[in-house]
Structure formats: structure tokens, C-alpha cells
């Protein structure tokens, strides 16, 4: 833990609690420290911002001020114009075992409501620019929800899927019984949620939950190649791009159709939509300026 960040805990304790959410996050926004996360540059031209959930003792569990840090990362990797793919990723262990019950179990329901308990952690979601998670271990409760947050799945062949919050009295709060219904289907989503029974990686890559299942000790290898191959296009039509897939989510199917053709259009007001295709016919590699 830093110095600046100890100075804001003690800060915290002086003149209170909704005091060290303003103070420590605006040190933790010069991406100099952070308590529960690793963030640093990977690929060949540094291209490729990457997220590591580090709370090793916890198994990764998703505490409140963890998921302040991932957005706050994921907020400078987004104002970062030579990032052009994010990897969120945990330990070999677990992506993230659940959300922090020992924070949580103590909340009473006027409180959740009065603080709207959960609507930040889905910043993740709502990033711009493409978001992959590399899943080794246990992604269970709001560390399954975090995956599905994200736009594509890589997972370790040990990698473990799954929504387990019935068995604790409660039910998913992050999008779990909605965006793994929207995948799997209502009967998997159902007998997941309603028995709590994970289920492994290759049964979600069948499930079409995961794009891609690898041995364990190349997931991250894999994810990199994936992002790098992500973040060598027009970072510009990357964003359409990702805005015109979510919109299936979203919308009806005439409507998507209508805002696909929309944004297809609007590419040709692009310059890297010029270069892109004057490449093409070229016979040369293009140089996207994003613009």
C-alpha cells in the first residue's frame, strides 16, 4: 500500500468515510497506485491495456473499493489514445471468486436503495473501446457477472463459470440473471441460477458464454494476440463497430438492422475508411490515424 494511499486512509478516519472516495481516487486516478489491481502497457507497440485483479488472499472477491480501482483504470485506458483493446484479467487460481460477502452482509434494504448498491460496478460495460477477459479459475457470483461485463471471453481449460448466490439466500445484482439468460438461453440460466451449480469452461464455450477455451499457462498469451489483432485497426471504427454488435442487445431486430446501416454509413465520413479501402486495393498494409 502507498504512502499517499495510507495518508488518505488516515485522512479518512480524521473527518470520514464519503471523504477517502474524493481523496484516495484522485491519487489513484494518475494510475500511480493502487491497493487492489495491477495495471500496466503490454503488446509489441504498447497498444494493449491490461487490468489484473490482485486481492490473491480473497480470491480476487470483488469488494467495493476493488471495482473503484478497475473503473478508474479503465477511465485512463479510455482517455489513453494509444490503447486500443483492454484485458481484465485475476490469478491462475481465480478471475474473481464472487463479490465480497463479508462486506455485504450487513446491508439492509433501505440502505441499498438509498446508496443504489452495485450501479457503478457496471462501468465496466460501458467502456468504448473493447474489453476482453482472460478467465483462469473460479468466476463465480459478481466475478461471472464481470465477464459477461466484457465483450469477449477467453477462458483457461480449468476456468470455472457459474452463479451460486442462491445458496447464500440471494439472488445476482450485476447482471447476472440477465446478461447469461440473454447468452445461454432461459433453461441454462435458469437451472444455473436456481441450483447454483457452476459449470466448467468448455461447457461454456458450447454455451456460447466463451469465445475461446486454451491450457491455462497460454490464456494470457492468447488474450494479448487477440487484443493486439483488436487494436491494429482503426480505433475510431473499432468503437462503431462494438456500439453496432451491442445494439443487437438493445434494440429490436429492425431497429439494430437501421443502426447498423447507420453506422455503416457514417464510416465513410471516416478518413481511415478511405485509407482502409484505397490499402485494400492497393495491395498494402493501411495506416489508420483514427480519424
Sequence with gaps: ???????????????????????SYKFLSTGKSYEYIITEKKGEKQNVGMITLNRPKALNALCDALMREV????????????IGAVILTGSEKAFA?????????????????????????????????PVIAAVNGYALGGGCELAMMCDIIYAGDKAKFGQPEITIGTIPGAGGTQR???????????????????????EAEKLGLVSKVVPADQLLTEALKLAEKIASHSKLTTVMCKEA???????????GLLFEKRMFHGTFATADQKEGMAAF???????????
Design 1 to 23: 500500500m502507498s504512502v499517499v494511499y495510507q495518508a488518505c486512509r488516515q485522512f479518512n478516519r480524521l473527518i470520514g468515510s464519503s471523504t477517502i472516495n474524493r481523496v
Design 97 to 129: 471468486a464472487g463479490a465480497d460477502i463479508k462486506e455485504m452482509k450487513n446491508h439492509i434494504y433501505s440502505l441499498t436503495i438509498k446508496e443504489n448498491f452495485l450501479a457503478h460496478w457496471s462501468a465496466v460495460s460501458q467502456c468504448r473501446k
Design 245 to 255: 454488435v451491442n445494439a443487437a442487445y438493445e434494440t429490436t431486430l429492425a431497429q
Design 71 to 82: 473503473n478508474d483504470a479503465l477511465s485512463n485506458f479510455e482517455s489513453d489514445s494509444s
Design 180 to 202: 447469461l439468460t440473454r447468452v445461454v438461453g432461459k433453461s441454462k440460466a435458469m437451472e444455473m441460477c436456481l441450483t447454483g451449480t457452476p459449470i466448467s469452461s468448455q
Design 281 to 291: 486495393a492497393e495491395k498494402r498494409p493501411p495506416s489508420f490515424k483514427d480519424n
